[in-house]
């Protein structure tokens, strides 16, 4: 079992960073895959960011230039760190880890993008 906790949302002006946490505990031996997804209101859960150990990033075209996704493998620990933020980032961040053949899910940290 695998648990996922995130943590770093808040309210953040327009234009301004912010950097998310999510640290997977538990029995762990590998994960090779973890991403961030988000859900803003009225719409779909999309994927933001997804690292892949030893393989690549993907970013979504919405993300890109602006999010940088990062790992602590040590530590099973994904980051986000977001930049130039604006009201459309408004979401609940998710973070899901693979592991094992199985999907993890957190229960997701609140982006407030407001001035």
């Not at 393989?55 to 130039?84: C, Q, V, W």
């Not at 979401?91 to 094992?100: E, G, N």
Request: glycine share 12%.
């Amino acid at each position: 079992q695998v648990h996922i906790v995130e943590s770093g949302g808040g309210l953040v002006q327009p234009g301004g960073s912010l950097r998310l946490s999510c640290a997977a505990s538990g029995t762990i031996f590998t994960i090779n895959i973890m991403g961030w997804y988000r859900q803003a209101p009225g719409k779909q859960r999309e994927l933001v960011a997804r690292s892949i150990s030893g393989r690549s990033t993907n970013y979504a075209e919405s993300a890109k230039g602006r999010f940088t996704i990062s790992r602590d493998n040590a530590n099973n620990t994904l980051y986000l760190h977001m930049t130039n933020l604006n009201a459309e980032d408004t979401a609940v961040y998710y973070c899901k880890a693979d592991h094992l053949g199985r999907e993890y899910w957190g229960r997701g940290t609140q982006v407030t993008v407001s001035s």
